[in-house]
Structure formats: C-alpha cells, structure tokens
C-alpha cells in the first residue's frame, strides 16, 4: 500500500501535467510541483499512523508525475537543437544515478531507529534545489510564444544562448513563431484522428514501449530488491548491500546504452535490451521457484538441508520495515 499509494498519485499528477504545463508554464507547473514534492516529504516524516503515512505518499506520487511528464518536454524547448539528445542522456543519467545514491543513503541509515524518517527527509533536498532552479530558468520560449508574449520570448531565448548569439537568437525566435502559426492553422483534431492512421502508428508505439517496459517487473525488482534478497535468506545489512549494487549495475548500465546507442541503432539496442530482460526475468522466476519449493520441503521435514541445498541459509522470521 505504501508503494501503491504513490504509483497512484503519480498517475494523477502525470495525468494532470498536460494541462499544467499549458495553463501555466513548464516552469511554474514544474516549480509548484517541487514545492509539492517537499510537502509530501514532510509530511511523510511527520506522520504516525499509515492512513497518514498512505495520504502523504499520495501527495508526493502527484509531485513526481507532474514533474517526470514536464521535465523532458521542457528542456527540449529550452536546448538548441544540437544539445537536445545530450540533455535527454544527461536527464536518464541523473535519474538512475539518484536511485543509486537513494540505495545507498538506505544503506548508510540502516541502523538508525528512524533512519526511514531521515530518509525521507532528504529527499526534500532535491525537491527544494529543484523550486530554486525554477526561479532562476527562464520559461520556456516556445510557450511564451503561444501566449503572444514574443518579446518575452527573445528575452528568454537570450538568456539561454547569450547576448553574443542575437542574430541566432531572432532566427530562432522566428522558426517558433512560424511553428506556432503553423500548429494554430490546422484543423482541430479530434481523438480518433489521434489514434488513426500513422499518428495512431505512432502512439501504440511510444505506448507499448512505456508500457511493456514497466510490465517486465523492473520497477518490482527495484521497489522490492530488498524483500527479494531477504527471501534468498540475507539478513538486513546484506539486503541493503546487495540492493545497493543494484543500484550500481542499473547506472552504469545507462552509460553502456548511450555509448551503444548510436553505434548499434536504437532498434538494435532495444531488441537486444528486451531479449536480456526477458532471460533476467525467467532466470529470476525459475530460481524464485525453485528455492519457494526446496524451502518448503524443508520446513516441511524440519531441516535446513533444502535451504542450504538451494544455495543459501535457512531464513529466520524477521520483521522488517522498508520504505
């Protein structure tokens, strides 16, 4: 329920973001959402019975999925259009690196009674940095544009490029108002001209790429490793540890995929990705399997032979919190 309650709020918040970023601005939606996130940490921290503790989750899943769906978008508008794909590699970067380090601050806190507390309460360091960086980045030219702002949009788009690149600055401003113009002049669409023909093509795509890639089970291996690990009988600090590494491998994967991405084609490199996730999974399952049914046979005759024959110790009750 803990983890649910903020899948749940993400779909919210990813579901409202559009219209957010559209009424709003990429930046102030983004900027109410960091603030958002700090809140919801808060009040994670400060809670003390679970329906607190499930609300509080809820609000924190609405600040991420705000966030995560205007984040990209964002810094699309704000690149030039040579930077654009650096940035995206920047951003999957940061991301698996901050579960990495999330890990690992869990590790650190392990022996703290409130070290989930603490936790927390940390992550309501980003969200702050976050709602500063608002306040210093300039909003989006593109959207500024849409709202017949224009000079503010050469102001912005001269702060991003600098005062040295004007004439750049003006041609650029240009091709957005003629794209805007051009967006403007088409016909209202309706949603089954969204879900037809090759635009539909391309929706079913970018939509089971995103889907099937979560229906893999990553995000349960991630949101359970150490329960997972604790199940192949590794006491807490192992559990931890072992996550930890996980977390390791899942990040420096990331730069293994962008050094292969134009080297081997994202087609390529996204076959050969789903392939080994297919194997991981079926490895992890069938072993998962196997130990469930020694250790049952072994409770079951009373030993620990089953276990140990499965490759790990007899797993002792525990309990365990994790957050």
Not at 43 to 72: D, E
Not at 128 to 150: E, N
Request: glycine share 10%; charged share 10%.
């Amino acid at each position: 329920m803990i983890v649910t309650a903020f899948v749940i709020g993400c779909c919210v918040g990813g579901s409202s973001s559009s219209f957010l970023a559209e009424k709003w601005g990429r930046r102030t939606a983004l900027a109410v959402s960091s603030l958002v996130f700090v809140v919801g940490g808060l009040l994670q921290v400060c809670c003390t019975t679970l329906p607190q503790l499930y609300a509080a989750r809820v609000v924190s899943g609405v600040a991420v999925g705000i966030s995560s769906a205007i984040t990209p978008f964002f810094n699309s508008e704000l690149a030039p259009a040579d930077r654009r794909g650096m940035l995206v590699t920047l951003n999957q970067i940061f991301m698996t690196g901050g579960i990495m380090v999330a890990f690992w601050v869990n590790y650190a806190l392990q022996d703290l009674a409130a070290g989930w507390r603490i936790a927390i309460a940390l992550q309501c360091v980003p969200g702050a940095v976050l709602f500063i960086g608002c306040l210093i980045v300039p909003r989006s030219p593109r959207w500024l544009v849409q709202q017949g702002r224009t000079d503010e949009a050469l102001a912005s788009l001269i702060v991003l490029r600098g005062r040295h690149a004007m004439a750049q600055c003006e041609r650029e401003l240009q091709e957005i108002i003629a794209d805007v113009e051009k967006e403007k002049a088409l016909p209202t669409s309706s949603w089954s001209d969204f879900c037809s023909g090759v635009t539909g093509r391309r929706v079913i795509t970018g939509m089971g790429l995103q889907m099937f890639q979560m229906l893999t089970g990553i995000n349960s291996v991630m949101y359970y490793a150490p329960a997972i690990f604790e199940a192949c009988g590794f006491d807490t600090a192992e559990q931890l540890l072992a996550t930890g590494g996980t977390g390791v491998v899942n990040f420096l994967a990331t730069f293994l995929a962008f050094w292969l991405l134009d080297r081997v084609g994202r087609r390529t490199l996204l076959v050969t990705g789903a392939i080994g996730m297919a194997i991981s999974m079926a490895t992890l399952a069938a072993l998962g399997m196997a130990y469930a049914e020694s250790a049952a046979a072994g409770s079951s005759s009373g030993s620990s032979a089953a276990a140990a024959a499965a490759g790990q110790p007899a797993i002792q009750s525990r309990t365990v919190g994790y957050m």
